[in-house]
């Protein structure tokens, strides 16, 4: 992951990089080495590369994220340690309030150990910036406080202020700081979850987040904030997506009915162990 030599892995604990020694082996945390890449500025490590890969699309026009698009959309719920047959809860996509529409194929049934949803889920975008000074101000205060995007364990996402108080942040600490924020200045705003789309053909599942607040002509307008940080970060020509990020729906985020800080989904078996869901997400063909 970082393409470095054992010497430079033993300079890194040297400093401080924390790891736990089993059977004689160095075990690291997957966050803190994606971090490590991320912001070494070798330019080959593998976060650096994927995140290069992941945003290529911020930089081209924006008038391809306005248009309808569908995907096909799987999600996997697994109850780990499962005590036996129960009704499962999913967080389905949302996507009617913005234009889109679902198609669902499967909902989880009754069951016990795993369950499925799938839908074909059609999504379009809309240039509906925010129009409201105090919100506009409120969102850039944030952009310039320049807390540092990391990977971080989603349940420490949502204890927001300790992220933040690190100089850190992420998709859902980020939506649940400026809703916080949005709130103080008398706006109705909410974190809500999501999923962000068309990534690496949908192996990777970053964990999403945005903020929905009503603006002052009455409109309810989503900030994806986290998303406006990482593309400045990445690239210098994505001045029009990150605009786009502040008010504005486009094609890649399938919005959910979960709040910011809660799980897409739970079995209710009564076991003590969260579920854990998996998303699968794939253009139409």
């Not at 309808?68 to 959309?73: A, H, L, N, P, R």
């Not at 945005?210 to 603006?215: G, L, M, R, T």
Request: proline share 5%.
């Amino acid at each position: 992951m970082l393409r470095c030599e054992s010497v430079e892995i033993d300079r890194l604990v040297d400093a401080g990089l924390p790891f736990e020694e089993r059977s004689g082996v160095r075990h690291f945390d997957a966050n803190d080495l994606y971090n490590l890449g991320m912001y070494s500025n070798k330019g080959n490590t593998q976060p650096e590369l994927a995140f290069r890969m992941l945003f290529r699309f911020a930089g081209r026009p924006v008038d391809a994220l306005l248009r309808e698009k569908s995907w096909d959309f799987k999600v996997q719920l697994e109850c780990v340690d499962c005590a036996g047959v129960a009704p499962w809860h999913f967080e389905a996509p949302d996507v009617a309030r913005y234009g889109g529409r679902a198609e669902v194929a499967t909902t989880p049934q009754p069951s016990s150990g795993s369950a499925e949803y799938a839908a074909t889920i059609t999504t379009t975008g809309a240039r509906t910036p925010i129009v409201s000074p105090v919100l506009r101000q409120l969102t850039q205060d944030y952009l310039d406080a320049g807390y540092r995007w990391q990977m971080i364990p989603v349940p420490m996402q949502a204890d927001y202020q300790l992220v933040h108080s690190l100089g850190a942040t992420s998709c859902i600490a980020a939506s649940l700081f400026l809703a916080e924020r949005f709130r103080s200045a008398g706006y109705r705003a909410e974190a809500k979850r999501g999923w962000f789309c068309g990534v690496l053909g949908g192996a990777l599942d970053l964990p999403h987040a945005c903020v929905e607040v009503e603006d002052d002509d009455g409109a309810v307008r989503t900030v994806d904030i986290a998303k406006s940080q990482l593309a400045a970060r990445l690239s210098a020509d994505t001045a029009d997506f990150q605009e786009l990020c502040l008010g504005s729906v486009y094609n890649k985020v399938i919005p959910s009915t979960a709040s910011g800080n809660a799980s897409f989904g739970h079995h209710e078996c009564g076991s003590q162990t969260p579920a854990q869901v998996r998303a699968d997400i794939r253009s139409a063909r």
